[in-house]
Each structure stands twice: as C-alpha cells, then as structure tokens.
C-alpha cells in the first residue's frame, strides 16, 4: 500500500469485507491505513455493503469510527447484500457536512432519488427485526464451507476459506490457462459461469470469482459438472 502513495494521491477505495477474496480487515490492518491517511492527508472511499455477512466470529469495523477518521472517511453501504434489496438499487454514504453538500449537488442531477416506496423499504429493514438477516448468513456459511472444500477437490485449485461477503475466488492452475481463458473453458465445457480474477486487477489472472448466493441444489450441480470437465 505505501508503495502506491504519492504526492498526487487524493483518494484510496477501501473494500471491507472484500470482493471477490471474501477478506475481512481487522482493527490492526484499517489502523495501518488509518494512520497513512491521516499522514498524507488523503481521504478513503469505505465500501462496507457486505459488513452484515461476516463469519467466525470475526467483527466489522468501520473505518470512520477510528480516531481521527471520522472527517477522512466517506461510508458507503446500502440495502442489496445484507437485506437482499439488490434489485432496487437502495444505498446511502456517510461523510462530513461539507463533502455530502458537495455530493448532493451531483447525485440530484444524475439520479433525482430513490422511489419512495424502496425508500420505505429500507427504512422498515433497518428498524425491522434483523433475525431474518442471521438466518441468511448462517445460510450462506454452510454454502461457503461446502463450496470450499469442493474445489479444493478439483486438480489444479487452491480455494480460501472466505471470511466474509458470498465469493469465492480460488486460484486456478488447470491446463496452465489465464483466468479469461478458465472462465470461457468453464461456461463452454461446464456451463458454469465465473467472472475472470483479472477483471479485478493483475494479482487476479490467476483465479476466477464464482458466488453461492444461490441455492444448494445449483452449488452441488456446478461442483458435479466442474468435476466433468476438469477431469
């Protein structure tokens, strides 16, 4: 990370729990990052729309509540993970005063607003009972476990155990293909589809991103059918 810093740095986009590695921050590792910003002066972009599935225990901190980070930090989450809202494109951020003023004066031009009946939506989400979301989660953790030790199963794949969000993003030395050329192998020879690890940048040629938020059935299917075709 100080390695990119520089003088011209404005801004860096922070992703915690992370996609696609499924990474979860911990309070020592966004103290790091606290301090540089504070240093060089920077603000950090705090994507924390998985913050709600997280698993083991482990715990979701955000970075504005760090000391010294509040006036920093720009909190952007929304309704579509942990609340299963995806298809109502429901979010919101939190920044200082001055910067959301500056925000609102872009966002009433490119989009106006939410419709009111998805903003009525996400209130009654939020001040509802949050039992339905650690069901889901305790869900999506039986998926995760399954999905990771079954491609770990597969010749040529070395798959994380994620610690949040619902990815998976193994690396992949099948045949010695690029991640490209894995994900146009799997959808033609498996038919399944992953998105390639380089869409995510250069340390991700390598690995392919596939999710389960999908049903057991259609994981234990795409299991047996990379089985197929990968030998």
């Known amino acids: ?20 590695t499924g990474r979860v921050l911990t309070r020592d ?14 603000w950090v972009l705090s994507d924390e729309i998985y913050e709600h599935i ?12 760090l000391p010294g980070m509040r006036d ?6 929304g309704m579509s993970k942990a609340y299963a809202m995806t298809g109502w494109r429901l979010g919101y951020l939190g ?5 959301c003023e500056q925000i609102l004066k872009v966002q009433q031009h490119v989009v106006t607003c939410a419709p009111g009946f998805v903003q009525a939506a996400g209130v009654a989400a939020l001040q509802g009972p ?18 990771t030790d079954a491609l770990n199963a597969l010749p040529g794949v070395h798959c994380p155990l994620p610690e ?11 045949r010695g293909m690029d991640s490209n050329a894995l994900a146009k192998f799997m959808i033609e020879e498996a038919h399944v589809a992953v998105t390639p690890g380089a869409a995510f940048g250069n340390t991700g040629t390598q690995n392919v991103r596939l ?3 999908t049903s057991m059935a259609n994981l234990r299917q795409a299991i047996e059918q990379l089985k197929t075709a990968m030998g």
């Not at 590792?29 to 920077?42: D, P, T």
């Not at 920044?95 to 910067?99: C, G």
């Open 54 to 65: 997280i698993y083991d225990k482990r715990q979701h901190i955000s970075l504005a509540a």
């Open 211 to 213: 999710t389960f938020a």
């Open 164 to 174: 949040g969000a619902f990815y998976l993003f193994p690396r992949v030395t099948h």
């Open 72 to 77: 920093l930090t720009v909190t952007i989450n």
């Open 95 to 99: 920044a200082p005063a001055p910067l």
């Open 130 to 147: 949050q039992g339905c979301v650690a069901e889901m989660v305790a869900e999506y953790d039986s998926r995760r476990r399954f999905m």
């Open 29 to 42: 590792e966004l103290n790091i990052v606290a301090r540089s910003a504070q240093e060089h002066g920077y």
């Open 1 to 20: 990370m100080k390695s990119r810093i520089t003088p011209r740095t404005k801004a860096m986009i922070l992703n915690s729990p992370n996609n696609p």
